[in-house]
């Protein structure tokens, strides 16, 4: 399957610092990744939906201007974490799906390894 | 509001035993459906999905799962647990009205004892 790599893999920041996260597509483009954050033991919840060349679209309760998205390339997503504090502290995930290689729309959607965020 | 239910949160086998984890969703459209599983220390691996067609999909492993659509189920089951299936197991449905996002169930954990 298509591979999505995020870096880094783990972060430790200070508390009111910033955290960039990358998410890229090493085999096809993605016109649209996905972020989500898994606490420990439960589930993942979508953040944002970040769209190539556009505004991310945000899920309900989700700062926007905490957590900055920017998607420049159809391989490149970004996330950063602005001003983190201690409840920042979480597990990230994006995927990404190739729409490209399907005529119908519907393909799977594949992750990266995620990114271990711990604010001190 | 969509959403994503799966019934067992922690589940504990002996190997060889028989699993069945079930998943419904809540959305009258169509959709597409998958489970993923989540190893120790890993990331994210697609087990099957499910798009259209037969409603019986298998997938890697031995894992199998069946879409009813009376139902709003997409249970997953495999006939005989190995040790190494122990994992966390994530249900998941697109929605194929909006944006293409998955929607998680909170998953389950599956401790195969051996």
């Known amino acids: 399957g298509a591979v999505v790599s995020q870096h880094p893999s783990w972060v430790i920041c200070k508390s009111g610092t910033s955290v960039k996260i990358e998410c890229r597509s090493l085999?096809?483009?993605?016109?649209?990744m996905f972020w989500y954050r898994q606490f420990p033991k439960q589930s993942l919840m979508l953040m944002a939906t970040?769209?190539?060349?556009?505004?991310?679209?945000?899920e309900q309760g989700v700062e926007k201007d905490k957590f900055l998205i920017n998607h420049a390339s159809l391989t490149l997503s970004t996330l950063t974490v602005t001003s983190a504090h201690p409840e920042d502290s979480s597990f990230y995930i994006c995927?990404?799906?190739?729409?490209?290689?399907?005529?119908?729309?519907?393909?799977?959607?594949?992750f990266g390894q995620g990114t271990r965020l711990t604010v001190v | 509001a969509q959403s994503v239910s799966q019934h067992n949160h922690h589940v504990i086998l002996s190997e060889a035993a028989s699993l069945e984890l079930g998943c419904n969703y809540s959305?009258?459209?169509?959709?597409?459906l998958f489970w993923y599983v989540q190893y120790p220390g890993q990331h994210l691996q697609l087990l099957l999905k499910?798009?259209?067609?037969?409603?019986l999909v298998k997938g890697i492993k031995g894992f199998e799962a069946e879409f009813i659509k009376s139902k709003f189920s997409f249970n997953l089951r495999k006939p005989s647990v190995q040790w190494s299936d122990t994992a966390e197991y994530f249900c998941?449905?697109?929605?194929?009205?909006?944006?293409?996002?998955?929607?998680f169930g909170q998953g389950t954990t599956l401790q195969v004892k051996p």
């Open positions: 995927s990404a799906r190739d729409y490209l290689g399907s005529s119908s729309g519907n393909t799977e959607a594949f």
């Open positions: 085999d096809f483009q993605a016109t649209t």
């Open positions: 970040s769209n190539e060349g556009s505004k991310a679209t945000y």
């Open positions: 959305y009258g459209g169509t959709v597409n």
């Open positions: 499910y798009f259209s067609g037969d409603p």
């Open positions: 998941a449905v697109n929605v194929l009205s909006n944006t293409g996002k998955l929607i």
